[in-house]
């Protein structure tokens, strides 16, 4: 027979098969593993067992040594020949008292422990040194027991002294660690037990492996547990014993136990396949039909009807399809809404709208495209949360698809971004005809919970195939349109042709910022300011550089305003702070003690982190080394009270604030006030044409009283000719700076400016004191 699994009869018959199968070889392989794991436990536990047995026989054997020995110490005619020295009766005594105790060995030494005579004596010599250790701990304990190592084997060794009645000798006997004991202790624990003797990796002597039945087992490596225990080890020689059991000893019952439950698994698994092929075929045929009942329903039909089978539950199942059915077909037309429509407003999704602008790319259609979103829609979720956010988006929603036409398709693409695609050969009237239309319509005031909200929208337009001839270059466009209408104030922009190579550049800059970093490719320069006064430098100003591999020199403020853009600018922040520290280390070393300027951006000024940036340059500083943060009057208008705030925790900490480009935002005597700074900078745009100007005259002349009145230090920067500067030195300016001055240099190359410089301040000064005598 052959088995066709997608039936139900053979599904059932194996499921039930399969159910048996593995419940049998769960059962099987659990009692298996746990009778297994039993065994060796067991098996453990015997070799504990057994080492412990070990340690009692040679213990036991110690005591009985030790007795004889005693009594030996005891004879009178041994204590004679003893204290007269009679060599001869000596050794005839040791051999026939050891003979009588079957000892292996037997020794005399004097009380102070050198070997007198030694029973059998195998070698010349009569060292005591494989005996001190036990004659030690007979010195402490009367008499002592222990094994040592003779001749390369091992021996129990006992001694005792022989007193007449003061200590006169010391008696000793030893008997051989050997194939004897190793039985006795297998034929006690029924495992094998070996004797080994090892110098280094070496092995001098083994017993071999013993069994209860007085046989050498297996060796000791093909066993299936053993484990080994070191006895003595002393000179370089140990002596080990080495406790096995043989696979058979311990898995005997374990293999019983498996013949026994296979020959049951298999009669089970047998009699199962009978019941489940007889199941099988009952209820095969009402599961048939109501599985190509199914399979209609799978392919789109409908219509069909399941009919009742007769049996109580396949009756339940036919009208839970039916139902099924109606659901289905219900539920496939709202996924196929949702499939290609948004969620919240109703309008087409993404995925539609590009579907329907690659569908007219393809036919050659003129389309135009209209991207419109709600401008400071992130300020209006902020303000009033997300869910009158979503609120603010259907409104639009509904108010765009009331400004258009059935014959534009509509879509909310992302976010609070709409498109429509425009097809038409309107020209360019019409088109801002129907803009204005839809900014009419979409902009008008809107009240949520008692909040009237102005809608402003921010419109890109891309026209087909004038400014793109593939989908995705359409869709990034709108929103290179888009943004550029955002940056000009909600204004309808049409796109230009470059703007996305512009797009492209301002992206890899952004991309590249932390590579950039990361890769060596920013650098600082220093700009000298000099103190108009006695013309010292006193200061420079910290300038970034970048040099991109494939972009080239990118200008300070191109990358600075799109890392503020992108959310970078820490980065560049704390990559300046460090190399600053660096610079100023490096100063120091020669002998250098000079401010350094650093400029904020208006991001970084709000950030509650500005602090922790900055404060391992202000650590470091230390004297006439003090940091000046440089901060826009613009940039203090962002967010006043946080700016205020981490400037004064900065100035508290030895930082200098200075308000950079004076005279060129939004000046406010009172805004300067609750500043406090430390220093004015007259903004270069006042002083490049200083000397030849008047209107520039006054205004410089202005910020310098003002500065002075107010306590503060006025730094001109731009100073490009000799005539500015004789012009600044005699208004009382306090610090210039400029290219007249001297250009950015790096820090290496400032070291030798100002050695230079200092050399050729006479010039500079000679100008101060002209204008000091004339006062």
Sequence with gaps: MTLRPRTFRNQLMIALLGFVLLAELSVTIAILHRTYNQRVHQAHDTLAVANRVLERVLDLRAEQLLATVSILASDYGFKSATATQDEPTQRTVLRNFGSRAHADLATLATPAGELVTRVPRTQPDTSNEPFRSVLDRARRLGSASGLVMVDERPYQYVIAPVNAPRLIAWVGMGFLVDAEIARNVASVTGVNVDFIVREGEHELFSTGPQNQDGDVAVDASDAFLSERHTLFDADGRQLDVALSLSRQTVLSPYYDLASSLTLVFLITIGFSAVVAIALARRLSQPVRELSEFAESVAAGHYHETPGAQGIGEFDILSDALNDMQIAVRQRENRIRHQATHDGLTGLLNRNAVRDVLYQQMNDGDRVTLIRIAVHGFSRINSALGYKLGDEVLKTVAGRFKNACTMAHTLGRIEGNDFLALIDCDADDEELHGLIEHIRAKVEQPLYLQHTSIQLLLDVGVVRIPEHADDIESAWRRTVIARDASRQRRCATFFYQPGMDEAHQRELAIIQGIAPGIKNGEMSLVYQPKMALANAE???????????????????????????????????????????????????????????????????????????????????????????????????????????????????????????????????????????????????????????????????????????????????????????????????????????????????????????????????????????????
């Design 537 to 775: 430098i006193v200061q420079a100003e910290a300038l970034a550089r970048w040099n991109h591999p494939t972009l080239g020199s990118i200008a300070p403020d191109e990358f600075i305003r799109l890392a503020e853009r992108s959310g970078q600018i820490r980065l560049v922040t704390e990559w300046v702070v460090q190399q600053v520290c660096r610079d100023l280390a490096y100063w120091q070393s020669k002998g250098l003690h000079l401010g350094v300027a650093i400029n904020l951006s208006a991001d970084e000024i709000a950030q509650s982190e500005l602090e922790s940036t900055l404060t391992p340059l202000l650590e470091q500083c230390l004297g006439n080394e003090r940091i000046t943060l440089e901060v826009t009057e613009s940039a203090l208008l962002r967010e006043p009270q946080t700016a205020l705030q981490n400037l004064r925790a900065l100035q508290s900490r030895g930082a200098r604030i200075s308000v950079d480009d004076f005279g060129t935002g939004y000046s406010s005597l009172a805004q300067l006030k609750r500043l406090a700074p430390d220093e004015l900078k007259i903004d270069k745009s006042f002083v490049l044409g200083l000397a030849e100007t008047p209107a520039d005259q006054f205004i410089v002349d202005l910020i310098i009283d003002l500065g002075h009145k107010l306590g503060l230090e006025v730094v001109a920067e731009g100073i490009e000719n000799a005539a500015s500067w004789r012009y600044l030195l005699h208004r009382g300016a306090d610090l210039i700076q400029g290219y007249f001055l001297s250009r950015p240099m790096t820090a290496e190359a400032m070291v030798g400016w100002l050695e230079d410089h200092d050399a050729d301040r006479s010039r500079w000064r000679a100008q101060t004191d002209t204008r000091q005598t004339q006062q």
